[in-house]
């Protein structure tokens, strides 16, 4: 056996799970004995077998089609239902109504606890049970919630408190010659009043105001240059909405793709340590529960039983 398992969280609408249910306060215990090599190298459910599907359909239902779901050469698969099917045979979990603990607050995040890796792409985790409820089981997508970290930590070295670069955070590339830029009429208005923040994030502009403009250096930051294009883009925004204190949307940009790359990706193993640290990072980000482009870190999968009450399903399928 794997130890504990997504699988036993399922089926326990049948029958008790002991195995999932055996830690402390209802949380499942890690499996000590089974490592990564006993699983091919995958962590948690990285097999083929009835629960790594099991895992699997609860990552679909949750991320969407982030999974190949092709069969593995390592190991046989053992046929069954499918996962849907399996749950709309459990009464108890696939007709339960929205429950409130589908929703994850940030106090929530902060007493997570790592159960394993799975796929080598999500990290199973627990949300403490409170007010005699039962533990929550969550999934937390391993890129999504590592790049949501590194761009809050790339922000926070780049972009002061009121929104203009920290000092040394932005290099500038001088032009020779200066180079004209045409203003639409709507930003060269816009240009007189966003020309400080212009300024202090490395454009240096002559003409301002007076005629023909010209740009004499350019931004650089992280190794890209930020040239005519984002310069009007800024000056739109700042036409826009009358407030200069903001970075250019290039640097949310710039911010974003660096965080990505530098984020743990799919296929990058993480042990037990590794597992917790993410969750404690990810717990301090003020905006935790997406990444840096939009996509969902963590989804809240099953409300593990009591002595009082079944299991409950807290995610749809998403072709339901």
């Known amino acids: 056996g794997v130890g504990p398992s997504l699988g036993g969280a399922v089926h326990a609408a049948e029958g008790p799970a002991p195995g999932l249910l055996a830690g402390a306060h209802g949380l499942p215990h890690p499996a000590p004995a089974h490592t990564a090599a006993q699983d091919g190298g995958d962590g948690l459910f990285g097999g083929e077998g009835d629960e790594a599907g099991i895992a699997r359909g609860l ?23 499918p996962f849907h099917k ?4 459990a009464p108890s979990l696939a007709a339960a109504p929205e429950p409130t603990e589908s929703r994850i607050t940030k106090d929530d995040l902060s007493r997570l606890v790592a159960i394993g890796q799975i796929d080598r792409r999500f990290v199973a985790a627990c949300i403490p049970p409170r007010d005699g409820g039962g533990a929550r089981l969550c999934l937390v997508d391993q890129h999504a919630a590592d790049e949501r970290v590194q761009l809050e930590l790339l922000q926070a070295r780049t972009i002061s408190p009121q929104g203009g670069p920290l000092p040394g955070a932005v290099a500038r590339r001088r032009l020779h010659p200066p ?34 403009t010209h740009l004499r250096a350019v931004p650089v930051l992280l190794g890209v240059e930020l040239g005519d294009g984002a310069l009007l883009e800024y000056l739109r925004l700042i036409a826009e909405t009358g407030c200069p204190a903001q ?4 640097v949310h940009r710039i911010l974003a793709s660096k965080a990505c790359r530098r984020a743990i990706m799919f296929g990058d193993m993480l042990d037990a340590t590794q597992c917790q640290a993410l969750l404690t990072k990810l717990a301090g980000c003020a905006m935790p529960f997406f990444c840096a482009h939009g996509r969902p870190s963590i989804a809240p999968m099953l409300q593990l039983p009591t002595a009082d009450s079944p299991p409950r399903m807290l995610v749809r399928d998403r072709n339901d």
């Open 59 to 81: 990552v679909s239902a949750a991320f969407g089609n982030l999974v190949d779901s092709r069969p593995s050469r390592r190991r046989p698969v053992r046929r069954g239902l």
């Open 86 to 89: 399996r749950l709309s045979a």
């Open 247 to 250: 970075p250019p949307p290039q």
């Open 179 to 212: 180079r004209a830029v045409a203003l639409p009429s709507h930003e060269g208005a816009a240009l007189s009043q966003a020309a400080p923040s212009a300024r202090a994030w490395g454009w240096e502009l002559e003409g301002v105001g007076v005629g023909d």
